[in-house]
């Protein structure tokens, strides 16, 4: 069901109808690899979109997003779609020009980092809270979004998509999405699972940071 659900949200960030094979991901990461094991501990993620027909752009896998340049922003702004993966450290994307660089980029982007859509970082939610919880079920917010398509909602408007075994996974605090969307919540926990933002927005009043094409939230990603 997970893996229903992710690509369905990829669909609707690429504003198609369905996964296009010629989609071209670059994916952003610090490439941690904490459980040891000699792979990045998001290569499950990389895999799974290669073998869905996704093209996965690895020129932002190692730390490259740290600094960006001219050149570097005009190689995101290129993409398709940019994921900036949970396994990176948020405290490493803010510096000068940094907030504003990544928040101008005009290519659609979906945070799995959550940490950085906080007020202390990015300033996408008016929030520094990153509320963790193992296995709750989703809860829909706005059901006829186009990310649930496909995706079977109980009567109450929900759907497990994670179990226990994944780990604890950081939401971002609160249900307040300033001028974005709140789409998806965590059961019993006060946070925002998935939300968007439409390009050219002020992401919430006083934030000072506009979206500079669309953007998304989706928590994916278990703590270290």
């Known amino acids: ?42 290569q499950g993620w990389i895999t799974m979109l290669e073998a869905n027909g996704y093209t996965v752009d690895l020129s932002f896998r190692n730390r490259q997003g740290r600094t960006l340049d001219a050149t570097k922003i005009a190689a995101l ?12 450290d948020s405290g490493s994307y803010d510096d000068g020009t940094e907030i504003t660089d990544w928040n101008s980029i005009t290519a ?11 007020s202390s970082r990015w300033l996408w939610v008016n929030s520094t809270a990153t509320p963790a919880a193992t296995g709750p079920a989703l809860s829909a917010m706005a059901p006829a979004h186009p990310v649930f398509r496909g ?4 009567a109450s408007s929900q759907v497990q998509v994670l179990d226990g075994a994944v780990g604890q996974t950081s939401f971002i605090g609160g249900t307040d999405m300033g001028n974005g ?5 965590p059961v019993g926990t006060n946070g925002a699972w998935i939300a968007e933002w439409q390009p050219g927005v002020e992401f919430y009043s006083g934030a000072g940071q506009y979206a500079g094409g669309p953007r998304m939230i989706f928590a994916a990603g278990t703590q270290e």
Not at 22 to 42: C, K, L, M, N, Q
Not at 181 to 185: D, E, F, G, V
């Open 108 to 118: 659609p982007l979906m945070l799995h980092a959550v940490h950085l859509a906080r």
């Open 1 to 42: 069901m997970y893996k229903k659900l992710l690509f369905a949200i990829l669909a609707a960030a690429l504003c198609l109808a369905s996964p296009a094979p010629a989609a071209t991901i670059i994916w952003v990461s610090d490439s941690y690899d904490d459980d040891a094991d000699g792979a990045p501990d998001d």
């Open 77 to 88: 702004n290129a993409a398709d779609l940019i994921i900036f993966s949970r396994n990176s």
């Open 181 to 185: 969307t709140l789409i998806a919540q």
């Open 151 to 154: 995706v079977t909602l109980d």
